[in-house]
T-cell receptor, first 113, second 118 residues
């Protein structure tokens, strides 16, 4: 079945550092890929998405590119802020019907000032 | 308005109690979802409603009973829960792709109900 694997956390960085959170997936066909973020005490928010190979999703300085050849969707940001501290989930979904999201385990990110 | 609201925010219930969680959205979304999230884990899908009909039940125990009375409301009725059911229960909604495609669409999540079963 479909699955998503994220790099183990937690990840701790200093403000203005470069961020990469790795995400790889296993799925047949061409799923859509997402990054969701969960701030403390809140539900999940969509950060960015990509629906086909070579698409680049971007939002709030974060970027991820759908790489079919490596089945990856790594999240990057050039300069992180304290406010980026949260849990980040990589997820995939099929493109038909009511969408079932398959999540990775989540990566807890802490940014120190 | 892109908000999904959930009530109550917190709920403590005994194993013999009956309670309900409520979720509401006014974005015109016709898919609504219940997820269960344990601490430091990703959300696990429980149920999906499409056009007010149950379309996915992820083999959830019958002590959890979902209901979708109309396109804006989603309830989760709880009865005879176990302590291991303590978790954050998240509701989400989304559009549904038409026959011409266009999906999948973003799921909008509520803040969740923190449930403790004693």
């Amino acid at each position: 079945g479909d699955s998503v694997t994220q790099m183990e956390g937690p990840v701790t960085l200093s403000e203005e550092a470069f961020l990469t959170i790795n995400c790889t997936y296993t799925a047949t066909g061409y799923p859509s890929l997402f990054w969701y973020v969960q701030y403390p005490g809140e539900g999940l928010q969509l950060l960015l998405k990509a629906t086909k190979a070579d698409d680049k999703g971007s939002n709030k300085g974060f970027e991820a590119t759908y790489r079919k050849e490596t089945t990856s969707f790594h999240l990057e940001k050039g300069s992180v802020q304290v406010s980026d501290s949260a849990v980040y989930f990589c997820a995939l979904s099929r493109n038909k019907g009511a969408q079932k999201l398959v999540f990775g385990q989540g990566t807890r990110l802490t940014i120190n000032p | 308005d892109t908000e999904v609201t959930q009530t109550p925010k917190h709920l403590v219930m005994g194993m013999t109690n009956k309670k309900s969680l409520k979720c509401e959205q006014h974005m015109g979304h016709r898919a609504m979802y219940w997820y269960k999230q344990k601490a430091k884990k990703p959300p696990e899908l429980m149920f999906v409603y499409s056009y007010e009909k149950l379309s996915i039940n992820e083999s959830v125990p019958s002590r959890f009973s979902p209901e979708c009375p109309n396109s804006s409301l989603l309830n989760l009725h709880l009865h005879a829960l176990q302590p291991e059911d303590s978790a954050l229960y998240l509701c989400a909604s989304s559009r549904i792709p038409g026959l011409a495609g266009g999906g999948p669409y973003e799921q909008y999540f509520g803040p969740g109900t923190r449930l403790t079963v004693t």
